[in-house]
Protein backbone atom coordinates (compact mmCIF):
# COMPACT_ATOMS: atom_id res chain seq x y z
CA UNK A 1 0.00 0.00 0.00
CA UNK A 2 1.28 3.29 -0.67
CA UNK A 3 2.59 5.71 1.90
CA UNK A 4 0.91 8.48 0.07
CA UNK A 5 -2.58 7.22 -1.34
CA UNK A 6 -5.25 10.11 -0.92
CA UNK A 7 -7.81 9.50 1.85
CA UNK A 8 -11.03 10.14 0.59
CA UNK A 9 -13.50 11.65 2.62
CA UNK A 10 -11.08 11.43 5.65
CA UNK A 11 -10.37 14.24 8.35
CA UNK A 12 -8.11 15.59 10.11
CA UNK A 13 -8.09 13.77 13.88
CA UNK A 14 -8.45 16.04 16.03
CA UNK A 15 -8.04 13.69 19.06
CA UNK A 16 -5.16 15.10 21.74
CA UNK A 17 -1.55 13.77 21.18
CA UNK A 18 -1.10 12.67 24.73
CA UNK A 19 0.73 13.91 27.92
CA UNK A 20 4.21 12.58 26.33
CA UNK A 21 4.03 14.44 23.38
CA UNK A 22 2.94 17.64 25.66
CA UNK A 23 5.88 17.38 27.67
CA UNK A 24 8.39 16.82 24.50
CA UNK A 25 6.38 19.76 22.74
CA UNK A 26 6.67 21.95 25.68
CA UNK A 27 10.53 21.43 25.71
CA UNK A 28 10.81 22.36 22.43
CA UNK A 29 8.81 25.28 22.66
CA UNK A 30 10.84 26.87 25.37
CA UNK A 31 14.78 26.08 23.88
CA UNK A 32 13.49 27.69 20.48
CA UNK A 33 12.11 30.47 22.29
CA UNK A 34 15.06 31.08 24.09
CA UNK A 35 17.28 30.59 21.09
CA UNK A 36 15.09 32.65 18.94
CA UNK A 37 16.10 35.31 21.75
CA UNK A 38 20.13 34.51 21.29
CA UNK A 39 19.54 34.85 17.35
CA UNK A 40 19.44 38.54 17.85
CA UNK A 41 21.32 39.35 21.40
CA UNK A 42 24.32 36.63 19.97
CA UNK A 43 25.47 39.02 17.65
CA UNK A 44 24.52 42.19 19.57
CA UNK A 45 27.38 40.78 22.44
CA UNK A 46 29.80 39.71 19.58
CA UNK A 47 29.46 43.24 18.15
CA UNK A 48 29.31 44.89 21.78
CA UNK A 49 32.91 43.57 21.63
CA UNK A 50 34.20 44.17 18.11
CA UNK A 51 33.58 45.85 15.30
CA UNK A 52 34.54 43.35 13.05
CA UNK A 53 32.07 42.04 10.46
CA UNK A 54 34.49 39.20 10.25
CA UNK A 55 33.83 38.58 14.38
CA UNK A 56 30.49 38.52 13.93
CA UNK A 57 30.48 35.97 10.88
CA UNK A 58 32.95 33.80 12.78
CA UNK A 59 30.45 33.43 15.71
CA UNK A 60 27.92 32.40 13.32
CA UNK A 61 30.44 29.95 11.50
CA UNK A 62 30.96 28.27 14.75
CA UNK A 63 27.85 27.31 15.76
CA UNK A 64 27.29 25.55 12.44
CA UNK A 65 30.31 24.16 12.47
CA UNK A 66 29.09 21.05 15.01
CA UNK A 67 26.39 20.20 12.95
CA UNK A 68 28.74 19.30 10.10
CA UNK A 69 31.43 17.61 12.59
CA UNK A 70 29.04 16.01 14.40
CA UNK A 71 25.70 14.72 12.72
CA UNK A 72 26.50 11.67 12.09
CA UNK A 73 28.25 11.15 15.33
CA UNK A 74 25.10 12.20 17.68
CA UNK A 75 22.69 9.99 15.38
CA UNK A 76 24.91 7.02 16.30
CA UNK A 77 24.78 8.27 19.88
CA UNK A 78 21.54 8.52 20.07
CA UNK A 79 20.66 5.67 18.66
CA UNK A 80 23.09 4.18 21.28
CA UNK A 81 22.12 5.32 24.42
CA UNK A 82 18.26 6.09 25.96
CA UNK A 83 17.50 9.07 23.58
CA UNK A 84 14.82 11.13 26.60
CA UNK A 85 18.78 10.89 28.60
CA UNK A 86 20.80 12.20 25.92
CA UNK A 87 18.15 14.98 25.48
CA UNK A 88 18.01 15.95 28.96
CA UNK A 89 22.02 15.77 29.18
CA UNK A 90 22.32 17.73 25.94
CA UNK A 91 19.61 20.50 27.80
CA UNK A 92 21.89 20.80 31.08
CA UNK A 93 24.75 21.05 29.42
CA UNK A 94 23.32 23.58 26.92
CA UNK A 95 22.01 25.33 30.04
CA UNK A 96 25.04 25.39 32.23
CA UNK A 97 27.04 27.00 29.54
CA UNK A 98 24.42 29.05 28.84
CA UNK A 99 24.65 29.96 33.11
CA UNK A 100 28.53 30.24 32.96
CA UNK A 101 28.01 32.79 29.81
CA UNK A 102 25.20 34.89 31.61
CA UNK A 103 27.82 34.97 34.71
CA UNK A 104 31.25 36.35 32.62
CA UNK A 105 28.80 38.83 30.89
CA UNK A 106 27.52 40.38 33.87
CA UNK A 107 30.89 40.51 35.49
CA UNK A 108 32.07 41.64 32.67
CA UNK A 109 34.73 39.26 32.22
CA UNK A 110 33.10 38.16 28.84
CA UNK A 111 35.47 38.23 25.87
CA UNK A 112 35.43 37.65 22.25
CA UNK A 113 37.06 34.28 22.51
CA UNK A 114 35.33 33.16 25.73
CA UNK A 115 31.93 33.76 23.18
CA UNK A 116 33.43 31.85 20.51
CA UNK A 117 33.60 28.88 23.08
CA UNK A 118 30.34 28.95 24.25
CA UNK A 119 28.93 29.44 21.01
CA UNK A 120 30.82 25.83 19.32
CA UNK A 121 29.65 24.07 22.81
CA UNK A 122 26.39 25.06 22.62
CA UNK A 123 26.17 24.01 18.43
CA UNK A 124 27.52 20.45 19.63
CA UNK A 125 24.52 20.03 22.05
CA UNK A 126 22.12 21.50 19.52
CA UNK A 127 23.66 18.69 17.24
CA UNK A 128 22.86 15.62 19.99
CA UNK A 129 19.53 17.55 20.81
CA UNK A 130 17.88 18.15 17.66
CA UNK A 131 18.46 14.67 16.79
CA UNK A 132 17.07 13.13 19.90
CA UNK A 133 14.08 15.84 19.66
CA UNK A 134 13.57 13.98 16.00
CA UNK A 135 14.18 10.47 17.46
CA UNK A 136 12.03 10.83 20.25
CA UNK A 137 8.91 11.59 19.03
CA UNK A 138 7.75 8.39 17.17
CA UNK A 139 7.47 6.65 20.92
CA UNK A 140 5.44 9.52 22.11
CA UNK A 141 3.16 9.88 19.64
CA UNK A 142 1.35 6.58 17.00
CA UNK A 143 2.80 6.91 13.70
CA UNK A 144 -0.23 7.53 11.87
CA UNK A 145 -0.42 11.29 13.96
CA UNK A 146 3.40 11.96 12.90
CA UNK A 147 2.27 14.19 10.58
CA UNK A 148 0.12 16.53 12.98
CA UNK A 149 2.58 16.46 15.70
CA UNK A 150 5.61 17.50 13.46
CA UNK A 151 2.93 20.10 11.90
CA UNK A 152 3.20 21.30 16.01
CA UNK A 153 6.47 21.36 16.01
CA UNK A 154 7.32 23.31 13.22
CA UNK A 155 4.46 25.90 14.24
CA UNK A 156 5.74 26.68 17.64
CA UNK A 157 9.85 26.86 15.71
CA UNK A 158 8.16 29.76 13.32
CA UNK A 159 6.64 31.27 16.58
CA UNK A 160 8.95 31.28 18.83
CA UNK A 161 12.27 30.89 16.90
CA UNK A 162 11.67 33.36 14.19
CA UNK A 163 8.77 35.47 15.34
CA UNK A 164 9.02 36.48 18.79
CA UNK A 165 12.42 35.37 19.45
CA UNK A 166 14.39 37.45 18.07
CA UNK A 167 12.93 40.91 18.75
CA UNK A 168 12.36 39.13 22.42
CA UNK A 169 16.18 39.10 22.57
CA UNK A 170 17.26 42.13 21.39
CA UNK A 171 14.43 44.13 23.91
CA UNK A 172 16.28 41.85 27.02
CA UNK A 173 20.16 42.75 25.10
CA UNK A 174 18.69 46.75 25.36
CA UNK A 175 17.00 46.48 29.13
CA UNK A 176 20.44 44.07 30.33
CA UNK A 177 23.06 42.80 28.29
CA UNK A 178 23.31 39.26 30.26
CA UNK A 179 19.41 39.20 30.83
CA UNK A 180 18.74 37.32 27.19
CA UNK A 181 21.53 34.37 28.08
CA UNK A 182 20.38 34.15 31.50
CA UNK A 183 16.88 33.56 30.14
CA UNK A 184 18.15 31.01 27.71
CA UNK A 185 20.04 29.40 30.72
CA UNK A 186 16.46 29.30 32.55
CA UNK A 187 14.50 27.56 29.72
CA UNK A 188 16.92 24.64 29.05
CA UNK A 189 17.14 23.84 32.32
CA UNK A 190 13.31 24.07 32.88
CA UNK A 191 13.22 21.86 29.39
CA UNK A 192 15.15 18.85 31.44
CA UNK A 193 12.78 18.44 34.09
CA UNK A 194 9.81 17.79 31.16
CA UNK A 195 12.25 15.71 29.40
CA UNK A 196 12.67 13.86 32.33
CA UNK A 197 8.95 13.17 32.82
CA UNK A 198 8.76 11.46 29.40
CA UNK A 199 7.67 7.95 29.39
CA UNK A 200 8.54 6.75 25.92
CA UNK A 201 7.01 3.88 24.51
CA UNK A 202 8.31 2.16 21.42
CA UNK A 203 5.75 1.72 18.81
CA UNK A 204 8.58 -0.57 16.27
CA UNK A 205 7.74 -3.95 17.08
CA UNK A 206 11.81 -4.26 15.48
CA UNK A 207 12.68 -1.52 17.67
CA UNK A 208 14.78 -3.27 20.26
CA UNK A 209 13.41 -6.11 20.76
CA UNK A 210 14.56 -9.81 20.87
CA UNK A 211 18.14 -10.66 21.71
CA UNK A 212 20.51 -8.13 22.58
CA UNK A 213 22.88 -6.91 18.99
CA UNK A 214 26.51 -7.09 19.98
CA UNK A 215 27.65 -3.66 21.08
CA UNK A 216 30.07 -2.10 18.08
CA UNK A 217 31.55 0.66 17.41
CA UNK A 218 30.25 3.84 16.44
CA UNK A 219 32.03 4.07 13.11
CA UNK A 220 30.29 0.93 12.33
CA UNK A 221 26.96 2.03 13.46
CA UNK A 222 27.59 5.11 11.32
CA UNK A 223 28.32 3.04 8.41
CA UNK A 224 25.06 1.61 9.08
CA UNK A 225 23.25 4.47 9.05
CA UNK A 226 24.56 5.78 5.61
CA UNK A 227 24.00 1.96 4.25
CA UNK A 228 20.08 2.06 5.02
CA UNK A 229 19.25 5.22 3.87
CA UNK A 230 21.70 4.36 0.23
CA UNK A 231 19.76 1.27 0.85
CA UNK A 232 15.66 2.55 0.57
CA UNK A 233 14.90 5.07 -2.45
CA UNK A 234 12.42 7.10 -0.12
CA UNK A 235 15.28 7.92 2.09
CA UNK A 236 17.79 8.37 -0.30
CA UNK A 237 15.90 10.76 -2.47
CA UNK A 238 14.88 12.79 0.37
CA UNK A 239 18.09 13.11 1.14
CA UNK A 240 19.31 14.24 -1.90
CA UNK A 241 16.42 16.90 -2.36
CA UNK A 242 17.35 18.65 0.61
CA UNK A 243 21.04 18.70 -0.49
CA UNK A 244 20.29 19.97 -3.97
CA UNK A 245 17.50 22.49 -1.86
CA UNK A 246 19.75 23.97 0.10
CA UNK A 247 22.80 24.10 -2.15
CA UNK A 248 20.85 26.10 -4.55
CA UNK A 249 18.75 28.35 -2.18
CA UNK A 250 20.97 28.85 0.45
CA UNK A 251 22.97 30.54 -2.20
CA UNK A 252 20.46 33.40 -3.21
CA UNK A 253 19.15 34.01 0.87
CA UNK A 254 23.23 34.19 1.98
CA UNK A 255 22.71 37.39 -0.01
CA UNK A 256 19.49 38.23 1.34
CA UNK A 257 19.92 41.43 2.93
CA UNK A 258 21.69 42.61 -0.03
CA UNK A 259 18.92 41.60 -1.97
CA UNK A 260 16.51 43.54 0.05
CA UNK A 261 18.12 47.30 0.12
CA UNK A 262 20.03 46.83 -3.64
CA UNK A 263 17.09 45.52 -5.92
CA UNK A 264 14.04 45.90 -3.68
CA UNK A 265 15.31 49.43 -1.97
CA UNK A 266 14.08 48.49 1.79
CA UNK A 267 14.78 50.27 4.53
CA UNK A 268 15.99 48.99 7.60
CA UNK A 269 12.27 48.69 8.74
CA UNK A 270 11.44 47.18 5.56
CA UNK A 271 13.83 44.49 5.64
CA UNK A 272 13.19 43.55 9.14
CA UNK A 273 9.09 42.59 7.61
CA UNK A 274 10.59 40.87 4.76
CA UNK A 275 12.75 38.58 7.08
CA UNK A 276 9.56 38.24 9.09
CA UNK A 277 7.27 36.88 6.28
CA UNK A 278 8.49 34.03 6.24
CA UNK A 279 8.08 33.36 9.21
CA UNK A 280 4.91 34.62 8.90
CA UNK A 281 4.64 32.16 5.89
CA UNK A 282 5.73 29.52 8.53
CA UNK A 283 2.78 29.74 10.62
CA UNK A 284 0.44 29.46 8.31
CA UNK A 285 2.10 26.67 6.79
CA UNK A 286 2.39 24.31 10.08
CA UNK A 287 -1.92 25.53 10.47
CA UNK A 288 -2.85 24.17 6.89
CA UNK A 289 -0.58 20.95 7.45
CA UNK A 290 -2.96 18.46 8.36
CA UNK A 291 -5.77 19.36 5.65
CA UNK A 292 -3.43 19.45 3.61
CA UNK A 293 -1.90 15.66 4.02
CA UNK A 294 -4.91 14.28 4.64
CA UNK A 295 -6.96 15.66 1.34
CA UNK A 296 -3.76 15.53 -0.91
CA UNK A 297 -1.22 13.42 0.13
CA UNK A 298 2.49 13.33 1.30
CA UNK A 299 3.96 12.78 -2.08
CA UNK A 300 1.69 15.51 -4.00
CA UNK A 301 3.03 17.86 -1.44
CA UNK A 302 6.93 17.08 -1.82
CA UNK A 303 6.64 17.04 -5.80
CA UNK A 304 4.46 20.65 -5.90
CA UNK A 305 6.73 21.85 -3.20
CA UNK A 306 9.80 21.39 -5.57
CA UNK A 307 7.82 23.28 -7.99
CA UNK A 308 6.87 26.21 -5.84
CA UNK A 309 10.30 26.49 -4.71
CA UNK A 310 11.41 26.35 -8.49
CA UNK A 311 9.05 29.44 -9.26
CA UNK A 312 9.93 30.98 -5.73
CA UNK A 313 13.57 32.59 -7.28
CA UNK A 314 13.00 33.83 -10.51
CA UNK A 315 9.55 35.48 -8.82
CA UNK A 316 12.17 37.18 -6.46
CA UNK A 317 14.31 38.24 -9.57
CA UNK A 318 11.88 39.53 -11.72
CA UNK A 319 10.07 42.22 -9.65
CA UNK A 320 11.23 45.01 -7.52
CA UNK A 321 8.27 45.75 -5.27
CA UNK A 322 8.62 45.18 -1.72
CA UNK A 323 5.36 44.40 -1.26
CA UNK A 324 5.00 41.46 -4.13
CA UNK A 325 8.30 40.41 -2.75
CA UNK A 326 7.14 39.87 0.50
CA UNK A 327 4.11 38.09 -0.49
CA UNK A 328 6.58 35.61 -2.46
CA UNK A 329 8.36 34.90 0.64
CA UNK A 330 5.26 34.30 2.74
CA UNK A 331 4.30 31.36 0.44
CA UNK A 332 7.88 30.52 0.49
CA UNK A 333 7.43 30.24 4.24
CA UNK A 334 4.33 28.22 4.46
CA UNK A 335 6.33 25.66 1.64
CA UNK A 336 9.08 24.84 3.61
CA UNK A 337 7.12 24.31 6.91
CA UNK A 338 4.66 22.25 4.82
CA UNK A 339 7.93 20.54 2.50
CA UNK A 340 10.12 20.25 5.59
CA UNK A 341 6.79 18.65 7.84
CA UNK A 342 6.16 16.25 5.09
CA UNK A 343 9.46 14.94 4.54
CA UNK A 344 9.80 14.76 8.20
CA UNK A 345 6.64 12.20 8.80
CA UNK A 346 7.72 10.46 5.93
CA UNK A 347 11.37 9.66 6.94
CA UNK A 348 10.58 8.70 10.17
CA UNK A 349 7.84 6.29 8.87
CA UNK A 350 10.08 4.52 6.85
CA UNK A 351 12.44 4.06 9.53
CA UNK A 352 12.72 1.57 12.09
CA UNK A 353 13.40 3.07 16.21
CA UNK A 354 16.93 1.60 16.13
CA UNK A 355 17.53 3.59 13.44
CA UNK A 356 15.85 7.13 13.98
CA UNK A 357 19.13 8.72 15.07
CA UNK A 358 21.33 7.50 12.33
CA UNK A 359 18.86 8.49 9.66
CA UNK A 360 18.21 11.89 11.46
CA UNK A 361 22.23 12.50 11.57
CA UNK A 362 22.10 11.91 7.69
CA UNK A 363 19.33 13.93 6.70
CA UNK A 364 20.64 16.87 8.63
CA UNK A 365 24.28 16.68 7.29
CA UNK A 366 22.79 16.99 3.87
CA UNK A 367 20.62 19.43 5.23
CA UNK A 368 23.43 21.70 6.80
CA UNK A 369 26.01 20.60 4.33
CA UNK A 370 23.76 21.59 1.89
CA UNK A 371 23.15 24.91 3.08
CA UNK A 372 27.06 25.51 4.16
CA UNK A 373 28.54 24.97 0.98
CA UNK A 374 25.33 27.13 -0.52
CA UNK A 375 25.93 29.80 1.52
CA UNK A 376 29.73 30.15 -0.02
CA UNK A 377 28.94 29.17 -3.49
CA UNK A 378 26.12 32.19 -3.44
CA UNK A 379 28.27 34.80 -1.99
CA UNK A 380 30.78 34.37 -4.75
CA UNK A 381 28.27 34.30 -7.62
CA UNK A 382 27.00 37.19 -6.66
CA UNK A 383 30.23 38.79 -6.07
CA UNK A 384 31.61 38.10 -9.16
CA UNK A 385 28.54 37.25 -11.23
CA UNK A 386 26.34 39.31 -10.40
CA UNK A 387 23.40 39.92 -7.71
CA UNK A 388 20.47 38.13 -9.11
CA UNK A 389 22.66 35.34 -10.53
CA UNK A 390 22.41 32.96 -7.43
CA UNK A 391 18.49 33.15 -8.06
CA UNK A 392 18.37 32.19 -11.45
CA UNK A 393 20.58 29.27 -10.39
CA UNK A 394 18.77 28.51 -7.98
CA UNK A 395 15.34 28.50 -10.23
CA UNK A 396 17.32 26.54 -13.08
CA UNK A 397 18.45 23.56 -10.19
CA UNK A 398 14.97 23.34 -8.69
CA UNK A 399 13.78 22.89 -11.99
CA UNK A 400 15.90 19.96 -12.94
CA UNK A 401 15.82 18.74 -9.55
CA UNK A 402 11.36 18.47 -9.66
CA UNK A 403 12.14 17.17 -12.71
CA UNK A 404 14.18 13.83 -11.95
CA UNK A 405 12.56 13.34 -8.20
CA UNK A 406 9.54 13.55 -9.49
CA UNK A 407 9.04 9.69 -9.73
CA UNK A 408 11.21 8.76 -6.70
CA UNK A 409 8.42 10.39 -4.42
CA UNK A 410 6.17 8.23 -4.99
CA UNK A 411 7.37 6.05 -1.48
CA UNK A 412 6.10 3.28 -0.40
CA UNK A 413 6.19 2.24 3.52
CA UNK A 414 7.80 -0.86 2.77
CA UNK A 415 11.05 -1.09 3.68
Known sequence: ??????ARGARPSRAPLGPDFARLWGASALTNLGDGALVAAGPLLVASLSSSPLAVSAAAALQTLPHLLFSLVAGALVDRLPRRGVLAAANLARGTVLALLTAAVLSGSATLWLVY???FVLGVGETLADTAYGSLLPSVVRRDELGRANARLALTFSLNNQLAGPPLGALMFAALAALPFGFDALVHLVSVLLVLRLRPVRTDPTARSGPTAPRTTLRAEIARGLAF????????VLCGCILVMNLAGVGAFAIWVLY????LELSETGFGLFVAAGAVGGVLGSQVYGWLEVRLGRAFLLRWGLVVEAATYPALALTTDGLVAGAVVVLFGAHTVVWGTAA???RQRLTPDRLLGRVGGVYRLA??????LGAVAGGLLAEYAGLLVPFWVAAAALGLLAVSAWRPLVITDRL
Open 344 to 346: TTV
Open 117 to 119: AAV
Open 367 to 372: DLGGAA
Open 1 to 6: MSLFRR
Open 229 to 236: VWGVPGLR
Open 260 to 263: AREH
